[in-house]
């Protein structure tokens, strides 16, 4: 079906001609970089793709505002992955990053380091980059435009998220605040997990939302396959795909007559109990925080992890989880909950990194007042698809708050369902921020101060 572009009265009319001019530019430009790096030769083509991501979708081609939000937060994370494969590594894309390149290398040139996983996790991402750079050859460049790629998808997948949950009219700015948050900038540009799995965090979300509207065998197939694949790039994040699953079902199938909807969720119920008995007795074979759920250890897994894991963290909480006793786990809880969700605090700030993380805190609290207000404010349909949402995001972050220990690594944690977030407080906040500029600038506001001046 053919889309016709925005007419010369349409907003953003005059964005697409500026966009394209400097796509044919950055084409010209793309012979000279391959041949000035031809080891990132597979890189440099997958570069202008990820634009080609966005403008393949519909809702992209439509609205210019929207197409030049998509080139603004694809082109900051262009940035970062060129600013660390060829100028040095940047804040946050060490560690974890330079061993995922270092391994899926090796692989590609056939040096094995163990097979000590079962095929998930780790395992799966070293595995992934290794094919193709088997395929194209190593190169720091190719493995971080994948993950830029990943994130294009996402957001196409955020976008049509933010159609089905009523707040289309404010895509551009919460494009603008899912894209540009300073963590994900870095985590989702460089060889690392997350920008993979926030897509599947988004498009398990946008299955289950399609669920809600037809509960269809196709909807409920998409939902668990998109599900899988996001615990299949983490083992503590398996158990979690099988909760969204089960979720989205039981509220997906929530709609109709009240008869019809309690037999869809008592099989929903019934299906949940056999495959967690199945988790269960296949637990020697499950890894990690997943295997220990299903065996019941989820608690003492997360007190063990966090204990054995403090003795490595730069800024450590002070905190710890106890969960030898009922009474101790829910006296230690809410501190653990709360220090994951904001901290540092400004008398914690150490280096320009708590600064940023600090920031992203206030941000992150900020939005989350705003959907508590959006989901209270609203009814019907609305409330239950906000509040869907919701919950989504606060189990996850009650996950990762049980096993961290440091707001360092909270910070990459917090990317994973941030976006749902900003589906749900992005259009308050927005809205505030928004009012805010208008009283500001207003000339009642600029007359009061210098009458009192």
């Known amino acids: 079906m053919s889309v016709s572009m925005p ?22 430009a793309l012979p000279l970089l ?24 519909s809702e992209f081609r439509r609205d210019g505002r929207l197409a030049l939000a998509g080139v603004v937060v694809l082109t900051a994370h262009h940035l970062i992955a060129v600013a660390n494969a060829f100028v040095g590594t940047v804040p946050g894309a060490d560690a974890d990053a330079v061993m995922f390149q270092r391994q899926a290398s090796e692989l590609a040139q056939g040096i094995d380091f163990g097979d000590d996983l079962l095929g ?38 955020l976008v049509r998220l933010c159609g089905l949950t009523g707040v289309m009219r404010f895509h551009s700015g919460l494009l603008l605040l899912f894209g540009l948050s300073l963590s994900g900038l870095v985590f989702l540009s460089v060889t690392l997990r997350e920008s993979w799995q926030v897509l599947f965090v988004l498009l398990s979300t946008d299955c289950a939302l399609r669920v809600r509207e037809r509960a269809s065998v196709r909807n409920i197939a998409f939902l668990v396959l998109s599900a899988a694949c996001l615990g299949l790039l983490h083992q503590g994040l398996a158990a979690y795909a099988v909760f969204l699953v089960l979720a989205g079902v039981y509220w997906g199938v929530g709609t109709g007559r009240a008869a019809g909807i309690l037999w869809k969720r008592l099989l929903v119920l019934t299906a949940g109990a056999v495959l967690l008995l199945v988790l ?25 992890y966090r204990m054995n894991s403090v003795q490595d963290a730069r800024a450590a909480y002070g905190i710890m989880l106890d969960a030898s006793t009922p009474l101790r786990f829910a006296a230690t809880l809410p501190p653990v909950l709360i220090q994951y969700t904001v901290t540092p605090f400004p008398w914690q700030i150490g280096s320009p990194l708590d600064i940023e993380a600090m920031l992203e805190g206030w941000v992150r609290l900020a939005l989350l007042v705003t959907s508590w207000r959006a989901w209270r404010l609203s009814t019907g349909e609305a409330r239950s698809r906000i509040g869907f949402l919701l919950g989504l995001f606060l189990t996850m972050e009650f996950l990762w708050a049980l096993g961290t220990i440091n707001w360092g690594t909270a910070v990459r944690h917090h990317v994973l369902a941030y976006g749902l977030l900003v589906l749900t407080g992005g259009p308050g906040l927005l809205l505030f921020l928004d009012k805010t500029r208008r009283t500001l600038l207003s000339p009642a506001a600029w007359g009061e101060a210098s009458s009192q001046s």
């Open 34 to 57: 391959i041949a000035s790096f031809p080891q990132d030769a597979a890189g440099w083509v997958l570069l202008p793709l990820t634009y080609a991501v966005l403008m393949a979708s």
């Open 280 to 304: 269960a007795a296949s637990v020697k074979q499950i890894g990690g925080a997943s295997g220990a759920l299903a065996s019941g250890k989820a608690l003492e897994y997360a007190q063990n």
């Open 7 to 28: 007419s010369a009265g349409m907003p953003g009319a005059r964005v697409f001609p500026a966009l394209s001019w400097l796509g044919l530019v950055a084409m010209g």
């Open 120 to 157: 998930t996790g780790t395992f799966l991402y070293t595995h992934l980059l290794a094919f193709f750079y088997r395929l194209f050859g190593p190169s720091l460049f190719l493995g971080e435009e994948l993950s830029v790629l990943a994130f294009a998808l996402s957001c196409v997948v």
